[in-house]
């Protein structure tokens, strides 16, 4: 897995995962929050409505309770013959703005004798099977009816029994038809074209009325909802599948009629109802507005990942890519991309020293398998040269004994010992090499070592008509190190700058301290070492000195570095080569 891809899928799942629970959080909370409040104001609205129907029955039968005793109702016994009864009849009927359908009285035997509408006197009260007394103090003597219809009823029907003024008993009864349109009426103000419906519905759930919307349906005839959730009081609010309508789920607020005192009622329910693709329209519309921020918020994301990848995995590819280069011989470390971030960064500085230690280990290892070849061979020569070479000289020493030797036999015999002793030195030179002498660590002054140098290489720089300073600081510069290797460390790096300077020439020995540090730079205006050489100019048997075995700047570095210090070659003021020499010290700058 590429880190592009973890970063991926970790910001993916977190983004997503964390929004759908808020989101589903949010949404099933504000959802609760918007049934109770929509519930609350469809109950209310069913309340009020059922207030309001109580309040227009209660009035109408409180019309029949007074205008059954008033005297003019007496008519009945004489059959209403100067038509006086109708006519009062049918000035109540208009007084009441036409809520009434017709307004009569019947005789005991349930003739019409009197009658607001003049075409029914004569004919018959129609016989209804439902009469109940309405409930309520003071009304026993009122019952009520519901005329059926086509489609659901068709008028309320109360009856009030008409006192007789002179006897016991009644001597007929008054009958008010409550035109059903003036209920449905009230429905249809009550909701005014909105999304909501209201029905009403007797105590045991059949339906008895409905608001316009509702009307039009031919199931409304025969539909009871006798499975729904009506109150014995009170009123509720709850959703409802609406099969029964014909429509999916809906959000109820049910109320029960509680009267209007002394009336009590008829146990009627008036329900409230908005189909919740309405009701939860806004939250459905909040929630596809999350879902909406929630994808402009992945891809934001996704797109901050893929830049947030870039920085950090583009530096590893390139430095995987190095790794496999640096495996073939390149040693140059990349360079750090650009918008990398400070741990990247850190990676990569840390990258790039690994680097430089394993290049800088490869080197000693090389260092270290010549400097063993070195010994070897040290050993070889010390067994195999040192022997013939003692009985060479041996020998040398008993032919110059002899006393009639002329001029060339004595010339011979001085370069057999000449030879002798260059070879010893070469391999004396390779034992050092090999097995150079832990260093006896002592404080020694730096300048007076390094003057002593000068005075005895001085000579040969005259003769070469060559120019050797040193420029220190003032004072002491204390440096712990064994003062013969040490100096011999000065002398090789004298000697070779020497080798190289043109008559005229200059080489100079400075000095000087920095925060950490002591530095000692042997310059001189030579041609210098070229940048390609600088590496390998350290190394065993390399020389550009004619003449050279290569061993003197390899036994110088390991001598430096016994002492703890670094040797690095450079480029000097004068556009020579500048030896420098550095080693860590505890005296302060």
Known sequence: MTTRSALFRLLFWTMLGTMTVVGALSFFQFRGALQAEIGDNLRFGATAMMQRIDTFLFAHVENMRVWRGIEVMQDIRVKDVDKRLSNFLANLRAGQDTVYDVLYCTDTQGHIVAASDAASIGGQAPVLSDWRVVPGEGFDNVSVALAPGDNGPRAVVLRSPIPNAFG???IGY?????????????????VNHGTRSLLLTDPTG?????SAALRSRPV????????????????????????ALGDGDLLVGVATSAGYPPFQGLGWH????EPTTVSFGPIWALLWSMVGVLLVTLLTGLWIASRLADRIASPIVTLTAFTRRFRQGQTEPPALPSGATAEVDELHHAYTDMIHALEQSREQIVRAGKLAVVGEMAAIMAHEVRTPMGIL??????????????????????????????????????????????????????VELVDGVIALLAPRAERANVSLTRAAEDGEVILRCDREQMMQV????????????????????????????????????????????????FDPFFSRREGGIGLGLTIVQQIVQAHGGTLSVGESAWGGASFNLRFESDEPA
Request: charged letters at 25%; aromatic letters at 6%.
């Open 168 to 170: 016991v008993g009644p």
């Open 174 to 190: 008054l009958y008010a038809v409550l035109d059903w349109r003036a209920v449905q009426d009230l429905l249809d103000a009550a």
């Open 206 to 210: 059949r339906v008895l009325g409905a």
């Open 220 to 243: 409304l005839a025969r539909l009871r909802l006798d499975h729904w959730r009506l109150p014995t009081s009170g009123a509720a609010s709850y959703v409802q599948t609406g099969d």
């Open 270 to 273: 008036t329900l409230m109802i």
């Open 393 to 446: 000289r041996s020998s040398a020493q008993l032919l110059q004994r002899q006393g009639d030797l002329d001029e060339r036999q004595r010339e011979l015999i001085g370069f057999i010992f000449s030879e002798t002793e260059r070879l010893n030195r070469l391999v004396t030179l390779l034992l050092e090499c090999a097995r150079p002498n832990p260093p006896d660590i002592m404080s020694h002054d730096l």
């Open 490 to 537: 000065f002398l090789n790096l004298i000697l070779n700058a020497l080798s190289f300077v043109p008559e005229g020439g200059r080489v100079r020995i400075s000095t000087h301290r920095d925060d950490d540090a002591l530095w000692v730079s042997v310059s001189d205006d030579g041609p210098g070492v070229p940048v390609e050489l600088r590496q390998r100019i």
